[in-house]
């Protein structure tokens, strides 16, 4: 197996969560030669980068015949509303005979599809690599060597605790600042930055979420090229900030408002 000093190779392109990324790493390296990884679930909050992750993972995983790696197939479960949709559009045309990563996002939103959740418990059951499910009298074979489950949540808290216990529960880390700004500084590449702590201070806007981070480092992309300018100077920082009204810590209109009224009233 590779020294953990090297796992990070596997995932160009993803900052920080080194200790799940070494948790991918020891579940890859062990796919790689049994086909067998078990159902995961990445939990963390909106724009964390649970996709990303999620992608990341799949790509990393192989055939049987270790030809290359599995089809990747993403699914928002807030479109599935019931077992016929389960299914019809993703089951039958996509998993079935097939050897694929299913990434499930919003796994929450499954709360009210019973009948898809018990057919997750079924196909689910970490006791056996092949486990069956009926469906419209046909009976379905799910082999966990050749199709591999990643469900992502920000809500883990509302998924039923059978359901959770059937899976590996991963929990994203916080991003440290430094981190931040290296995705801040995603889409300036080949912008010469004036000051490297500008970067450092641009990711305090960015409400400690990869996300924010990176839809900042779109908006100083777009300026600098509709200026047709190569170097990004505190001074354009200023001016962005201004024109989109931003606030430290990236505190929005409300909570401005929110935090207002406490300071005034207590």
């Keep these: ?53 999620a992608v990341a993972l799949a790509r990393n995983l192989l055939r ?9 197939f993403e699914v928002n479960c807030s479109s599935i509303e ?7 559009d993703i089951i039958v045309p996509r998993v079935i005979n097939n050897e694929v990563s299913v990434i499930m996002d919003e796994l929450h939103c499954l709360k009210t599809s019973k009948r898809v959740i018990e057919c997750l418990l079924s196909i689910w059951n970490t006791d056996n690599y092949v486990n069956d499910f009926m469906y419209n009298n046909q009976l379905y074979s799910f082999d966990s060597r050749r199709i591999s489950w990643i469900a992502l949540t920000s809500e883990i808290n509302i998924l039923p605790e059978t359901l959770r216990s059937r899976m590996e529960v991963l929990q994203l880390e916080d991003l440290k600042l430094s981190e931040l700004a290296q995705i801040v500084g995603k889409k300036l590449r080949n912008i010469k930055i004036e000051n490297p702590n500008l970067l450092l201070k641009i990711a305090t806007y960015g409400r400690n979420n990869g996300r924010e981070c990176f839809k900042l480092s779109e ?9 047709n300018k190569k170097c990004f100077e505190e001074k354009d920082w200023n001016y962005i900030r201004s024109k989109l009204g931003l606030r430290p810590d990236g505190i929005s ?14």
């Design 1 to 53: 197996m590779e020294q953990d000093e090297n796992f990070s190779a596997k995932f160009p392109g993803i900052y920080g969560q080194k200790r799940l990324l070494k948790h991918f790493s020891f579940l890859i390296d062990i796919q790689n030669n049994s086909g067998y990884l078990p159902p995961i679930m990445i939990a963390g909050q909106l724009g964390a980068g649970k996709n990303s992750l």
């Design 253 to 266: 209109n409300i909570e401005f408002r929110i935090m207002k009224y406490l300071r005034e009233h207590g």
């Design 64 to 72: 049987h015949d270790k030809s290359g790696p599995k089809l990747t």
């Design 82 to 88: 019931n077992l016929t949709d389960f299914f019809d």
């Design 219 to 227: 908006k100083i992309s777009q300026y600098l090229n509709n200026e």
